[in-house]
């Protein structure tokens, strides 16, 4: 099977700050990766996803980062505004599956 | 459209009640997928259908029961459930059920259940 984890379960940034999320994978057959961003009331909205082919990945101020050897994913947020408050999921797919299997969540507050 | 409907929003229910969770999609989606998501944690997978046949059951009680009528709706029927059934229940969607770059799930925005 597949589990992820969050090194952290919360973080707190000022605005304007770079944050980074970080999450761990259990399973070396994982192929797939996708950072979800949940805010209240909401269901998961998709960031930006990751195959396991590439180490790198940018978006609109976001930014992944795969590090197969250590099973490390990172979720890179520039420039950190209010409206990127949310609880924020990492998800893994193993090869073969046909489901996500999620990390435990970091919630990111921003302070003024 | 591209959006996950899912109605009630809310729901209140007893243990002896029979209530349904519905769920709609119109982007020509042929995979969907129920999850159960506990305060303070991350959605857990409970069924997925894929071209309207159930492909997994995360071996669910039976007191939950799904259904997918045709390829743009799916529903959760419940039944005697218990107070720890209390969730929000999301509901997602995805072209194919190979889940890839070009597949990626969109979410609903769930449907919170309490039971009392």
Known sequence: GESVGLHLPTLSVQEGDNSIINCAYSNSASDYFIWYKQESGKGPQFIIDIRSNMDKRQGQRVTVLLNKTVKHLSLQIAATQPGDSAVYFCAAHVQGAQKLVFGQGTRLTINP | ?116
């Open chain 2, 1 to 116: 459209d591209t959006e996950v409907t899912q109605t009630p929003k809310h729901l209140v229910m007893g243990m002896t009640n029979k209530k349904s969770l519905k769920c709609e999609q119109h982007m020509g989606h042929r995979a969907m997928y129920w999850y159960k998501q506990k305060a303070k944690k991350p959605p857990e997978l409970m069924f997925v259908y894929s071209y309207e046949k159930l492909s997994i059951n995360e071996s669910v009680p039976s007191r939950f029961s799904p259904e997918c009528p045709n390829s743009s709706l799916l529903n959760l029927h419940l039944h005697a459930l218990q107070p720890e059934d209390s969730a929000l229940y999301l509901c997602a969607s995805s072209p194919t059920s190979q889940i890839s770059g070009a597949n990626v799930l969109t979410f609903g925005a769930g449907s919170r259940l309490t039971v009392l």
